[in-house]
């Protein structure tokens, strides 16, 4: 499958906010699961379907990163062709290999190609809800940290949209890999403090994993899964991070539906 990703020659960063209240209005009500190694800190990432594929709108997802402990933490993540908040990976592929749909950001950082403007159409275009144009433009690089208190979960709104295949949404179960779009997460126990971290753990690898099904009428399911694994996993680091750089553009929209 030809890849659907042109490179911006920019560095961009993009922070993330967790915007208090109850619990129960910011995490999706949808699909969770998780596992994390022995004494790891408690994370969970959560999917729940806003709204299936229509005539007039797309689908939408909100997904949300949580903290299960009682503890706060604080999670960085890089990505290379990707997109910040909650959930990093744009494209998503068909369990057999032969179709993709996205998911994307409202007020993210991916562009149109040719142009500037934002993929999500207002209408369906060619008979189809897929991005305006040739191909989709992600920054080379973004990344950010941010802390998840205890019942403050980092949640967001994101839009489902077909890929550049030929046909309108094919049946089926998408699966979004991590890896496609070179993400690295990492959680650990601490606080951020104006431009500094203060960790109280070792640094743990952090890996969300979504999937997507989607049915004739256009129907949409979901599942989530967020797993943590020990210290000293290969790609892991018990480093402390850098201050990040301000964020580029509104990317602290969180909980907003």
């Known amino acids: 499958m030809p890849d659907r990703v042109t490179r911006r020659a920019v560095l961009a960063s993009a922070g993330a906010v967790s915007l208090a209240g109850c619990l129960g209005d910011v995490v999706p009500a949808g699909s969770t699961s998780g596992s994390r190694a022995d004494g790891a800190p408690s994370v969970s990432f959560a999917a729940a379907v806003r709204r299936s594929f229509a005539d007039d709108q797309p689908a939408s997802l909100r997904l949300a990163l949580a903290n299960g402990g009682e503890e706060s933490l604080v999670v960085r993540w890089n990505v290379s062709g990707g997109q910040g908040g909650p959930f990093n990976p744009v494209w998503g592929t068909r369990r057999d290999g032969d179709a993709e749909i996205g998911v994307f950001r409202r007020d993210g950082q991916a562009l149109c190609v040719p142009g500037d403007g ?3 159409p207002d209408t369906p275009v060619d008979g189809c809800w897929t991005p305006p144009c040739e191909a989709v433009d992600l920054p080379v690089s973004l990344h950010g940290r941010f802390e998840l208190p205890p019942d403050e979960p980092n ?15 094919p049946r089926g179960t998408y699966e979004f890999d991590e890896s496609r779009a070179n993400v690295s997460a990492r959680v650990a126990r601490g606080t951020v403090e104006n431009d500094s971290v203060r960790t109280e753990s070792a640094w743990h690898p952090l890996e969300r994993r979504l999937a997507l099904s989607i049915d004739g009428d256009g129907n949409v399911t979901t599942s989530a899964e967020a797993i943590v694994s020990p ?22 929209r969180y909980g907003l539906l």
Not at 155 to 166: K, T
Not at 231 to 252: A, C, L, M, N, R
């Open 231 to 252: 210290p000293g996993t290969p790609g892991s680091d018990d480093s402390t991070p850098q201050p990040t750089p301000k964020p580029v553009g509104d990317v602290d």
């Open 155 to 169: 949640a967001d709104e994101y839009v489902v949209l077909d890929g550049f295949d030929a046909g309108c949404l």
């Open 118 to 120: 934002s993929p999500i």
